[in-house]
């Protein structure tokens, strides 16, 4: 990816409500049924966090997500953007806190995720939630990635939370810190830069093209 063509986030916001974002044209191996029930089953239970799931493109399963938005009662709660381009897309990148990869590469059989969405998000400085390894962001090296659990299984809304505590709580002060959310927006702009733009990656490659030797890997 030229990294160069995406834009940073020009303000962060503060903690008022939780906003989580996915951009795609939607297909069944999306999975975003699977957040949308996660959802669902948070607030059906008792659940006061506001928290607004953003979904951003067209796409077959639309319609499946609108119908289980109305059979849980999430209209508050979920908003279906439709296609958006250039500044009303980074202007809605401003004021979200988390992205949402892939939650259903199962479906096709897919293990390991090389998706450009994932490098977009990351480039914005924004923590991702997947259920398929990324390749440029190993859950074990980043602590922005949060993996939840594959397959079918429910996914439980607390852990979402419990993560977005954890990056951005401060337990001494015992308060939210925008501070630690500006550092760690900047961390994962520059990892995301340092380790997927183009010019990077593709390093190896054009140096086996002139035949200079490669280091191992």
Not at 45 to 54: A, S
Request: proline share 2%; with cysteine; net charge negative.
């Amino acid at each position: 990816i030229d990294t160069t063509g995406v834009s940073g986030r020009s303000k962060i916001h503060g903690f008022e409500v939780l906003n989580l974002v996915a951009v795609a044209n939607v297909a069944p191996w999306h999975g975003y049924d699977r957040l949308i029930e996660s959802m669902g089953r948070y607030y059906q239970g008792g659940g006061k966090e506001n928290c607004v799931f953003h979904l951003v493109g067209g796409g077959a399963e639309v319609g499946r997500y609108q119908e289980l938005v109305s059979k849980w009662n999430l209209g508050e709660h979920v908003v279906f953007h439709g296609s958006l381009y250039g500044k009303a897309l980074d202007d809605l990148y401003d004021v979200m806190d988390l992205a949402v990869e892939t939650l259903g590469m199962h479906r096709k059989g897919i293990a390991l995720s090389s998706s450009l969405k994932s490098k977009e998000y990351a480039l914005k400085g924004l923590p991702i939630l997947t259920s398929c390894k990324l390749d440029a962001f190993p859950e074990e090296a980043c602590e922005f990635v949060l993996m939840l659990p594959q397959g079918e299984q429910e996914i439980c809304f607390h852990e979402i939370l419990d993560f977005y505590k954890k990056l951005y709580y401060d337990e001494n002060s015992g308060s939210w810190s925008l501070d630690k959310k500006k550092e760690l927006t900047a961390y994962i702009s520059d990892y995301a830069k340092e380790h997927c733009d183009m010019y990077v990656t593709m390093q190896d490659t054009v140096q086996k093209l002139k035949g200079i030797p490669t280091k191992e890997i």
